[in-house]
């Protein structure tokens, strides 16, 4: 009879603990969301600072820090602080739509650190002024999309791929066959269409020429010094100088706070959000992508 209450409770305790871990990781993710100011009742001098960095396969939190400093009147500015070379087209786009929102109120300065390329240059081209390092990697304007055919390997090794479909394309993309020429005019139209998107995001936000902005736009890469020179980047200059010109803009005092939106990380959760989240797509078949390389 004791075995059987002390096993009882032993079950009631690990129950409680597994409920009070959930309800501790579930309030840590929402109570994320705030803005780390360092004083309760600010002083409606602050810069806000968002970091994109890494490859853009999401853009839920850049997006929801931008939108978070747009709507917080306490904040006179934002830097955008780039190290990026880029990544999925919708994700990029998304970014420079919420940048785009933001410059709208409030003056954007994107600081290029090691590198603003492509869909990260295209999210920067939306803010009001880009400065870059002068040995910052810069540009790769254009559109790749890239995918393995295995089609010899799998005749030498005798791996056929058995497919039904509705539609002559319904399998374009399968590393089973080579694509057909019908396939690649689709592919050709695909990305000739998303890399005048692009041209057009760069000619509206920078004021450039469009056969200037083709002649640079041929996925080349640019140091911060070169790009200043042909018009890419406004100034060079690092962080602190990006801030600088971010308090000017925004007429903030010298010794105005920066503050970050930040959501608290928990390990196991961002593995679950890699798997079922907006970073899913990665793992499926080609895609679009505003990237350098």
């Known amino acids: 009879m004791a075995t059987k209450t002390q096993g009882f409770l032993l079950g009631c ?5 597994g409920g009070a871990f959930l309800l501790v990781a579930f309030a840590l993710v929402l109570s994320g969301t705030g803005i780390d100011t360092g004083s309760p009742f600010g002083s409606r001098d602050k810069v806000g600072l968002v970091i994109l960095q890494g490859p853009i396969s999401e853009s839920r939190r850049i ?3 931008l939108e978070a400093h747009r709507e917080d009147g306490d904040v006179g500015a934002v830097v955008l602080r780039i190290e990026s070379p880029g990544g999925d087209v919708a994700a990029s786009q998304e970014i420079y739509e919420a940048v785009l929102r933001l410059a709208a109120s409030k003056p954007v300065v994107a ?3 090691s590198m603003g390329a492509s869909g990260a240059y295209y999210a920067a081209v939306a803010a009001d002024s880009i400065v870059a390092d002068p040995g910052s ?21 005798g791996l056929r791929l058995n497919v039904y479909k509705s539609g002559a394309m319904k399998d374009m993309g399968s590393l089973a066959r080579p694509p057909t ?11 000739a269409d998303v890399f005048e998107q692009f041209v057009d995001a760069v000619e509206i936000n920078r004021g450039l020429d469009r056969e200037r902005i083709l002649a640079l736009a041929d996925g080349r890469i ?16 690092d962080l602190y100088s990006s801030v600088d010109l971010a308090l000017e803009m925004g ?12 959501r608290s990380r928990i390990p196991v959760f961002d593995i679950l959000e890699q798997l079922l989240g907006d970073n899913a797509e990665a793992m499926w078949g080609p895609r679009l992508e505003y990237r350098f390389r």
Do not use: N, Y
């Not at 305790?13 to 603990?17: E, K, M, P, R, S």
């Not at 055919?149 to 005749?155: C, Q």
């Open 13 to 17: 305790v690990i129950l409680l603990a």
């Open 63 to 65: 997006v929801d820090e």
């Open 111 to 113: 600081s290029i650190g």
């Open 137 to 157: 990697v810069v540009g790769s304007i254009g559109v790749i999309l890239s995918w393995p055919d295995a089609s010899d390997l799998m005749e030498r090794v």
């Open 181 to 191: 020429e019908e396939e690649d005019a689709v592919v050709d139209a695909l990305i």
């Open 222 to 237: 640019f140091t911060g010094r070169q790009a200043m020179e042909v018009g890419l980047v406004d100034r060079l200059g």
């Open 251 to 262: 007429g903030l005092s010298p010794d105005a706070e920066i503050v970050r939106r930040t």
